[in-house]
């Protein structure tokens, strides 16, 4: 299995400003789902992992926007796990529409506990299915 992990999106008049471009932190919300779906497809659920505390929680983002996503367009999230650390991951996440890219960005995403909110070794059978995946 391949540790890119793709997600369509559609731009809708809700994402949007005045203009029609949209709205810059609306991205981040098309991040997030496309992180929640490849932890979905790789068979884990959120909700019953916070059920057994454990709990993803973003660390560090850095972005760059490139060309402005507009309304209607189908947009494509490529997610891909760059380094797996005990606690945390990285992931380069791209935004495109066809071969325009739109913006990219690192995310750091860090393992911690649903009670205590302190940081916690990511559950072996996690680090297992992303670590098979590069293979």
């Excluded at 983002?61 to 797996?84: N, R, Y």
């Excluded at 325009?100 to 995403?109: H, I």
Aim: proline fraction near 3%; charge should be neutral; aromatic fraction near 8%.
């Amino acid at each position: 299995m391949s540790n890119q992990f793709q997600w369509p999106v559609r731009v809708y008049y809700e994402d949007t400003d005045a203009g029609g471009i949209v709205y810059h932190a609306r991205y981040l919300y098309f991040l997030e789902r496309a992180r929640t779906e490849w932890l979905r497809e790789a068979g884990f659920n959120q909700s019953l992992l916070k059920q057994q505390n454990t709990i993803f929680v973003v660390r560090d983002m850095q972005i760059k926007w490139q060309q402005p996503a507009t309304l209607d367009e189908l947009l494509t999230v490529i997610t891909t796990v760059t380094q797996v650390k005990k606690a945390s991951m990285v992931m380069a996440q791209t935004i495109t529409c066809g071969h325009e890219q739109k913006m990219q960005a690192s995310v750091t995403v860090a393992c911690v506990h649903g009670d205590t909110k302190k940081p916690m070794a990511m559950p072996d059978e996690i680090i297992k299915v992303i670590t098979d995946r590069d293979e």
